[in-house]
């Protein structure tokens, strides 16, 4: 069976921690995340919290520079060793991660069932397979598929697109929205372990 690794601390900080670390005072900080400049989250007492990837997006795009207390670890390659399955049907899910494990003992799967959750994970482990569900509940799949492949901070994994969606042309929006491979359900477990096994010898 595949090994799993435990999961590693998500880095989060405060808006007291960015103002230090961007050499401004709190209130700047503060000031940057009601603008809507810089991305945040508020904790259940009310307080700021930002993620590391959307601090250093921030300060990329603000000409700053990125610091050395975050700038270490800043949008590694994706590990070829790590998959990950995204889809909230946790049968399918369950299935697939067991056939993998079965015949890519070689490999670490990991699961998310919603988007929230596939973002974190993407960040923090940067699969180098991501096999995403299109159509996660209050999800644009296509807009998640582009981001997955086109941000650096996912570190460009191989994502293959599985769906029940019938729509004409999915097939070309979706290679268009960086999908290096595309599969309708009900998908057939030996095409995905296939896929992944051509993509493996490519790399």
């Not at 990991?110 to 929230?116: I, L, R």
């Not at 460009?156 to 595309?182: C, M, N, Q, R, W």
């Amino acid at each position: 069976m595949a090994k799993i690794d435990k999961p590693k601390r998500i880095q989060i900080y405060s808006a007291l921690e960015v103002a230090n670390m961007c050499g401004v005072v709190n209130q700047t900080a503060i000031n940057w995340i009601k603008s809507g400049y810089l991305k945040a989250f508020n904790t259940p007492g009310g307080q700021y919290r930002v993620y590391k990837d959307d601090l250093i997006d921030f300060i990329n795009k603000r000409g700053m520079r990125v610091p050395a207390i975050i700038a270490d670890s800043e949008s590694p390659a994706a590990d070829w060793k790590k998959l990950i399955i995204i889809d909230d049907d946790e049968s399918l899910n369950n299935a697939i991660r067991a056939y993998l494990e079965k015949n890519l003992q070689n490999l670490s799967v990991f699961q998310s069932f919603d988007g929230f959750d596939a973002g974190a994970q993407l960040v923090e482990k940067k699969p180098g397979f991501v096999l995403l569900d299109l159509s996660l509940p209050g999800i644009n799949g296509q807009e998640i598929c582009r981001r997955i492949k086109y941000d650096d901070s996912f570190g460009k994994p191989y994502v293959i697109v599985i769906t029940a969606l019938e729509d004409p042309g999915l097939e070309d929006e979706l290679f268009a929205s960086g999908a290096d491979k595309f599969f309708r359900k009900p998908v057939k477990m030996n095409d995905i372990l296939d896929a992944i096994t051509e993509a493996v010898e490519a790399n």
